[in-house]
């Protein structure tokens, strides 16, 4: 039995139960997982199943269980779907999906007894829509894919120096500045020329999270600051810090601007907490993320304001007003319910014990680790492991499964996951996202759903064509023939070929 993330427990049972009887029970609890597997049998088989009392499939709730678990009994006559919640229901649908078979004459379940949980309970995907836009198509497509690798989080990378890409009624000129480009810089160095533009309203995300929510996958938005904000700020340069004299525009060209908020300047705090009064209003999610990655301190080391305001708070330094910074928000969300979650480059002893950290930075893990072990909750996204949007060369399939995020870690309580992340300066296409993404996504999924001592790699590729037919199925547009660990000088030549010329191996998909 094919299934992808690997079940905690699994035992194949003689026999097969063939789809003849379409008769149904489900618990009303239970009835928008019953409704997707509906859908799915309908879509895949032909088969309508109708509800009645006594049937052959039953949807059961069972309070013995965890809120994401899930139990699969699957005889000759019967097939009980057992949880707790319409989440956990749901991930048994999910299963189900992949186990269906035809043997040319009919559509039928293998028998077999499943119980099955996550080790982890955070599994997200994040995607970068500011360095390239994409659409509330495209990103429903990823949820719905991600809902079908079991992932219950997909983090919207909402804005950075690039774009802008969050709908402001209060802060109009956002978007109306903050979310075209004049161009996009090319490998070459040189900008294309070509105006990049587009944005999510308020509906499309609303539309989004509701589409998201019926597949139990949270969205959490991130607004990255304070740094990678040059499309706030050629809107708002007021927000700059003192003595800025350079005109900011949003950025055509990649990697690190220097030109970051104002920390001493009470309207960059008006301005962000009105704003992101407004992004809680459209996203449910209990975590907002905030960014705090690469943002260089030359500007505040230089303002008068940014200064006053160290010297006010009685800060250290710059590193220590950065943390002040991200703490001013962590507390102005958490009277709202929510929690922050920063990348990891903001780890510092000041910054609020309940801030999550994403863990991301190369050579960087130590420090991360030694926060956990101190009590810090922490999301592994290691760059080496978990970023996607770099060639196969350089992250081959099994490198990403290989990632343990419980490694040197000795509170596993503290890790409460793992995320995947799309960063899209070199993405420009949903085709390219599918090729990045897919099958490293299944591999992610398995690194966060199954627990580290079950895993295998030999034995997740063997499960893993089953999945591919699944893509097949669906339009998939995932990268083949990357199962095989590649030699050490053969991800070299692939890495610098991509440096070079980022399409390369999509082309040859
Ligand atoms: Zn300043």
Redesign the pocket.
Known sequence: MKIVPLPLHLEPREGRLDLLDSAFNYSEELANAAAIFQDFLKKETGISLRKEKFAKFNFLLDFSLQREEYRLEISENTLTLSAKSDQGALHGVRTLQQLLEYDGGRFYFPAVYIEDAPHFPYRGFMLDIARHFFSKRTIMRLIELASLHKLNFFHLHLSDDQGFRFESEKFPRLTEVGSTRRGTILKDGTVDGVPHSGYLTKADLKEIVAYAERLHIEVIPEIDMPGHMNAVLAAYPEL???GIKEEIEVRPAWGISKNIL????EKTYSLLEELLAEIIEVFPCRYIHLGGDEAPKA??KK?P??QE?IRKEGLKDEEALQAHFLNHFSKFLEGKGKTVIAWNDGLHPDLDPDIIIEHWKPGTRRKTVKAVNSGRKVVMSDFLHLYLDYPYAMTPLAKTYGFNPLEGVEKPENILGIEANLWTEWVATPEKIEFQVFPRLAAAAEVGWTAPELKDYDNFLSRLEHLYAIYQKKGVNYARGKEKKPNILKRIAGTRRWLRDENAEFREN
């Open positions: 700059l810090c003192e104002c920390a001493g300047n500007n505040w303002c304001r940014c305001k």
